[in-house]
T-cell receptor, first 111, second 114 residues
Framework: RKEVEQDPGPFNVPEGATVAFNCTYSNSASQSFFWYRQDCRKEPKLLMSVYSSGNEDGRFTAQLNRASQYISLLIRDSKLSDSATYLCVVKDPGGYQKVTFGIGTKLQVIP | DAGVTQSPTHLIKTRGQQVTLRCSPKSGHDTVSWYQQALGQGPQFIFQYYEEEERQRGNFPDRFSGHQFPNYSSELNVNALLLGDSALYLC?????????????FGPGTRLLVL
C-alpha cells in the first residue's frame, strides 16, 4: 500500500460546481496534513493545513478523519482559476519535517 | 521578503555526467529539503538538511548527495546521470524547529538527461 494515495483524476467539473477530493494515508501515527496546489509546470504552493477540527478558508474546506485515515478537500463554487493539481501531503511522525506527497489530483474547471 | 530561489532554471546533460543544483532558502529559514518530481508524479523526498547536516534521506541512491552551507543555502549533486534522472528538482525551505512546519517551495530546476 502506498504511503499516501490519491485519485489522479482528471476531475472535469463545470464552473460553479462543488467538487471533493479524498486522500488516504497509511501511517496511523502521522500528525500533520496539508493540501498543496500545483499549477502546470510550477512549484507546489500551500493551499491549507488540515487540522483535526477541520479547516475552512473561503470556498475551500479541509477535513481529517483519523479513524479511517483519510483527509478531504472540498471546493465550493468552482472557478476557472481553480484548475490545477491538488497534492495531498502527510508529514511523517517524529521530530523531523519529512513529508510524503500523493500523486496529486488534477482538476479542470470547464466554462 | 525573498522567497526560495533555485538555479539554474533549466539544464540539459548527457548520461554519465554530473550536475549541481543550487537553492537559497526563504529568509529566516534554516532547513532545506530536496524533492524530485517526475512527469505525472508527486514530488519524491530526496533528503533534508538542517544545521549543515543531512537529517533525513529518502529512497535515493548514493549518486544523490548534498550539502548545506553556513548561510543555509544548499546544493544537490547528482553523479553518473541516468535518463531516469530527468525530472523537476524542487527545493523547499522551512524552520527546523517551531510551530510553523510549512515548507515553501522554489520554482524548481528542470533537468533533462539525454
Amino acid at each position: 500500500r502506498k504511503e499516501v494515495e490519491q485519485d489522479p483524476g482528471p476531475f472535469n467539473v463545470p464552473e460553479g460546481a462543488t467538487v471533493a477530493f479524498n486522500c488516504t494515508y497509511s501511517n496511523s501515527a502521522s500528525q500533520s496534513f496539508f493540501w498543496y496546489r500545483q499549477d502546470c509546470r510550477k512549484e507546489p504552493k500551500l493551499l491549507m493545513s488540515v487540522y483535526s477540527s477541520g479547516n475552512e478558508d473561503g470556498r475551500f474546506t479541509a477535513q481529517l478523519n483519523r479513524a479511517s485515515q483519510y483527509i478531504s478537500l472540498l471546493i465550493r463554487d468552482s472557478k476557472l482559476s481553480d484548475s490545477a493539481t491538488y497534492l495531498c501531503v502527510v508529514k511523517d511522525p517524529g521530530g523531523y519535517q519529512k513529508v510524503t506527497f500523493g500523486i496529486g489530483t488534477k482538476l479542470q474547471v470547464i466554462p | 521578503d525573498a522567497g526560495v530561489t533555485q538555479s539554474p532554471t533549466h539544464l540539459i546533460k548527457t548520461r554519465g555526467q554530473q550536475v549541481t543544483l543550487r537553492c537559497s532558502p526563504k529568509s529566516g529559514h534554516d532547513t532545506v529539503s530536496w524533492y524530485q518530481q517526475a512527469l505525472g508524479q508527486g514530488p519524491q523526498f530526496i533528503f533534508q538538511y538542517y544545521e549543515e547536516e543531512e537529517r533525513q534521506r529518502g529512497n535515493f541512491p548514493d549518486r544523490f548527495s548534498g550539502h548545506q552551507f553556513p548561510n543555509y543555502s544548499s546544493e544537490l549533486n547528482v553523479n553518473a546521470l541516468l535518463l531516469g534522472d530527468s525530472a523537476l528538482y524542487l527545493c523547499a525551505s522551512s524552520l527546523g524547529q517551531g510551530v510553523d512546519e510549512t515548507q515553501y517551495f522554489g520554482p524548481g530546476t528542470r533537468l533533462l538527461v539525454l
